[in-house]
Nanobody, 125 residues
């Protein structure tokens, strides 16, 4: 069975940095897309960053551009999210996702098949 396990969340002050990791088992990510989403209390889960089809192409939400970087280590079947210049509005549970639906929209939760349990990121002023 497929499992995605996020780690690296925690509390950080505004302006600080944090790196999240997502280890995937039961599924090989090397040639497929992976993404990071986040969900703040009372809000919908939103796409943050995409690593497209394992070829290195990346996409980011407007809020993440210039501050977040998605990367992967295919040998470790792991995806990372480096977050810099963190803001209080970045506070959310962060999830990694795998197996993107063909012709779907990457930042739509419904277009991804596999999800991790999430890791909490809290940014204080």
């Amino acid at each position: 069975q497929v499992q995605l396990v996020e780690s690296g969340g925690g509390a950080v002050q505004a302006g600080g940095s944090l790196t999240l990791s997502c280890v995937v088992t039961g599924y090989t990510i090397s040639s497929d897309s992976v993404a990071w989403f986040r969900q703040a209390p009372g809000l919908e889960r939103e796409g943050v960053a995409l690593s497209y089809t394992g070829i290195g192409t990346t996409y980011y939400s407007d809020s993440a551009k210039g501050r977040f970087t998605i990367s992967r280590d295919n040998a470790k079947n792991t995806v990372y999210l480096q977050m810099n210049s963190l803001k209080p509005e970045d506070t959310a549970v962060y999830y990694c996702a795998a197996e993107f639906t063909f012709a779907g929209v990457w930042y739509h939760q419904k277009d991804w098949a596999y999800w991790g349990q999430g890791t909490q990121v809290t940014v204080s002023s």
